[in-house]
């Protein structure tokens, strides 16, 4: 009788702490959901390779980049960078980019980086970021990443993202049918 006493002290001593805590700061009502993208997302990654700043990165900008990136790394001159460069281009990624940073690995453990251990994140984003496989990556497929608009886009620019966004939903089947009727996208009805 004893034991089951105290077991149901404990128990309403435990409920009566319990009932008391509020919920963490992301699931009050009040507070404003943090952009997990603030610092641009998976497209801030190959943004810095838009080498005349119209907010289209091309293939050619792409490896033209790269390429200059790396052989500024490789301060040996030798086409491999060591593990103390690596951790040297690692750190400062993770200083500049935090959460969204990649770092450069050396893949096949040889002791050596070599320029496609380097690039081989941004081709791999580059390629899936290229929905239409032109070799560009145009301010539409980059805002998809994450990249934010661009303050200088043209009205016209920016209501042509949003009729692009609508009828990427439709296909999905994510938003209401086009107008004037018709058949449903994807088939017949």
């Known amino acids: 009788m004893r034991a089951a006493l105290f077991v149901l002290f404990a128990a309403l001593a435990l409920a009566a702490c319990g009932g008391r805590q509020q919920p963490p ?3 009050r009502a009040a507070e404003k959901p943090r952009d997990e993208n603030y610092h641009g997302g998976n497209a801030a ?5 838009d080498a005349n700043h119209d907010g289209t990165v091309t293939r050619d900008e792409l490896i033209k980049g790269l ?5 500024a790394h490789d301060t040996h001159h030798n086409g491999c ?3 103390e460069q690596a951790g040297q281009i690692n750190q400062d990624r993770v200083d500049a980019d935090q959460s969204t940073a990649t770092p450069v690995m050396d893949w096949n453990q040889d002791g050596c980086i070599d320029y496609t251990e380097f690039s081989a994140a941004p081709y791999s984003l580059f390629d ?12 539409k497929e ?5 990249a934010k608009p661009r303050e200088d886009a043209a ?6 993202q949003q ?3 609508r009828r990427g939903r439709r296909r999905r089947g994510e938003g209401p049918p086009p107008e004037g009727g018709g058949p449903p996208p994807g088939g017949a009805p």
Do not use: N, S
């Open 25 to 27: 700061p992301w699931m």
């Open 45 to 49: 990654i190959l943004l810095k390779y």
């Open 67 to 71: 390429r200059a990136e790396f052989a």
């Open 81 to 83: 960078l060591d593990a």
């Open 128 to 139: 899936q970021l290229d929905v239409d496989h032109d070799g560009k990556l145009t301010p």
């Open 142 to 146: 980059l805002q998809r990443a994450g």
């Open 155 to 160: 009205p016209d620019q920016q209501q042509d």
């Open 163 to 165: 009729q692009e966004d």
